[in-house]
């Protein structure tokens, strides 16, 4: 099970043992509808009080949300953090695209932003008995009168996911190489704004340059600047959802010109960063004729 897997069992454990607080629905707010980009999502405030976007009798609202509280995001709704507020503030957001899952946990510091990322793309998508549990939840959205079973089928939804996440984890044969990747991925993922060079990388884990190399044109496909550099971007086009510059993004990332980043990931995405953050952010809100 590799460490992604076992960081957010761990997650997902914490909130199936809990006492849900107050559940929030963010409606589908018709100028900013995209159900492609903005999916279906369940976003929980682990620590502090952050200023969040929620769709409202068809339009946007920023709500303070306190620790505790559960935010059901329908799909096509506009639904995202927009600042930390006065403290420092943790959420773990769970989106539910038609390919895949995206899991992922924010730590923010007040004043300063983004303190620490971690995020994690599952390779299926929410199986049939996920999907009605979604379905359920949408509708109990537009019907009050199923507002006590809220609570319920959402950790019904967790204990699912968590299911998925053990038999994914649990399932696959690890050999020594495949745990030898594991590590090198483990590195890069915790290092995306570091050296990333591959004598940096061979040296980290003990390894041969050109085995590493040889390694990850096998597990990936791809060569290890490529796989690098898919990382980097990847982990930019989340940190685009937050109240962050391009140039606070381009470091974080690990590149050294934002000019070089807008670059790559119009290669990368088939648009510019800004453009991309107009269509697909949850916390970004565009102007209505964009």
Not at 226 to 232: A, D, F, P, S
Not at 242 to 258: K, N, V
Request: hydrophobic share 35%; aromatic share 10%.
């Amino acid at each position: 099970m590799t460490d992604e897997h076992h960081f957010f069992l761990q997650k997902i454990s914490g909130w199936l043992q809990t006492d849900l607080g107050e559940v929030v629905f963010s409606q589908p707010v018709p100028a900013y509808d995209d159900p492609i980009h903005d999916p279906q999502k369940l976003v929980f405030i682990e620590s502090g009080t952050p200023l969040i976007a929620v769709g409202r009798g068809g339009q946007v609202e920023s709500l303070s949300l306190p620790s505790g509280t559960v935010l059901f995001g329908a799909c096509g709704a506009t639904t995202g953090l927009l600042s930390p507020g006065n403290s420092p503030a943790q959420t773990l957001a769970i989106c539910f695209f038609a390919d895949y899952i995206r899991l992922v946990e924010y730590q923010f510091a007040a004043g300063s932003g983004l303190r620490n990322i971690r995020f994690m793309h599952t390779p299926y998508s929410l199986q049939f008995g996920g999907k009605t549990l979604l379905e359920l939840l949408d509708y109990s959205r537009r019907n009050p009168v199923m507002t006590s079973t809220v609570p319920y089928l959402i950790k019904a939804l967790l204990s699912l996911l968590g299911t998925l996440l053990k038999d994914s984890g649990a399932g696959k044969q690890r050999s020594k190489s495949t745990f030898t990747w594991r590590q090198v991925e483990t590195y890069v993922k915790n290092h995306l704004n570091g050296d990333l060079s591959r004598e940096k990388l061979a040296e980290s884990s003990k390894l041969n340059p050109n085995y590493l190399s040889m390694l990850c044109r096998e597990k990936t496909g791809c060569t290890l600047n490529e796989y690098v550099r898919k990382q980097r971007l990847m982990q930019a086009a989340i940190l685009l959802d937050l109240d962050l510059t391009l140039d606070e993004i381009t470091s974080s990332c690990g590149f050294q010109y934002t000019s070089y980043f807008i670059r790559l990931f119009k290669a990368e995405y088939g648009s510019s960063p800004g453009k991309y953050r107009c269509q697909h952010s949850t916390g970004k809100i565009p102007p209505p004729h964009a």
